[in-house]
């Protein structure tokens, strides 16, 4: 019996790779997900974006109309001292985007500083780096913002700021992580070997490569400042009155949960839109980095 065969173009290879299916294709659109997350996404930004224009009255106006539920006059109805509810969810909005904007741009580049210097240049500066990192993971987050959030009033630079101490070392972590190893690659090698400076390193060949997972973490960075600012509106110690937060109208509508439950289910709902959002983007964008690393 002949032990060798001859693979003809008429017979198919055995060791040949299957095609990959239409279900794992690189390419996101069509995704159930990707598209729920679009749709709460939009409605949250029509609501912050146009909320103004559909409501006569400003977040801070008071009405005649006290508890009112929704009606044409008042798409969302209104609260215990007559504010319309349209407006100030509205606000709200734009408060959480905001604040959630700011503290992830503050994260963002605090991490990419120190995550590029701790892994481009590695040895003993690497390790006093990573050992600040491991102290200051050891102190808890939330405990912290409580801490600063008590010393100082309740403004808004405060809590950004407060949001903003230790919220970088996750992104920190995996900025060092991705330097380290694409440090390494044949092609950064290469470059270097005809010539290159550390910075052009960087900027060509290791930055590019950290596109996928900085958009990762960037859109992970958002549902846990919102919710964390929602949460800390909410037990009083967030954004402060005559300023208006989601937390807040979640505070005030949960003590008239019986009687006028619109008051918490609005606010609520826009807080789950957002957190799903981009929770949902962030799973997408982790699912295509996979695909796209894998073989």
Avoid at 115 to 131: A, N, Q
Avoid at 271 to 292: K, P, T, Y
Wanted: charged letters at 15%; glycine letters at 10%; aromatic letters at 10%.
């Amino acid at each position: 019996m002949n032990r060798f065969e001859i693979v003809g173009p008429g017979k198919k290879d055995p060791l040949a790779k299957a095609p990959r299916p239409h279900s794992q294709s690189r390419s996101m659109e069509g995704s159930p997900v990707l598209v729920l997350c679009v749709l709460a996404l939009g409605f949250v930004l029509l609501i912050a974006m146009a909320g103004p224009f559909w409501s006569n009255y400003s977040f801070e106006e008071t009405t005649p109309v006290y508890n009112q539920a929704p009606n044409k006059e008042f798409w969302f109805g209104t609260d215990h001292l007559g504010r319309d509810l349209l407006s100030r969810a509205s606000q709200g909005v734009r408060m959480s985007l905001l604040i959630s904007g700011a503290v992830t741009g503050i994260n963002f580049l605090v991490a990419m500083f120190w995550g590029t210097l701790s892994g481009f240049l590695g040895g003993w500066v690497d390790r006093w780096m990573m050992g600040i990192l491991n102290v200051l993971s050891g102190i808890p987050y939330l405990l912290l913002v409580l801490l600063v959030l008590m010393v100082w009033e309740s403004e808004l630079g405060a809590l950004i700021l407060a949001l903003s101490l230790t919220g970088w070392i996750p992104m920190a972590r995996i900025v060092r992580a991705e330097v380290l190893s694409n440090k390494q690659a044949e092609y950064v090698l290469a470059s270097a070997c005809l010539g290159s400076n550390g910075w052009e390193r960087l900027t060509k060949h290791i930055y590019p490569n950290l596109k996928g997972p900085l958009w990762v973490m960037v859109t992970y960075s958002f549902p846990r400042v919102i919710f964390t600012e929602s949460f800390l509106s909410y037990i009083g110690l967030g954004i402060a009155p005559p300023n208006v937060s989601l937390g807040i109208m979640t505070a005030e509508g949960a003590s008239a949960m019986l009687t006028s439950p619109w008051r918490l289910w609005i606010p609520a709902l826009l807080i789950v839109c957002m957190i799903f959002a981009f929770n949902g983007l962030g799973d997408v964008l982790q699912g295509q980095e996979s695909r796209d690393k894998s073989p």
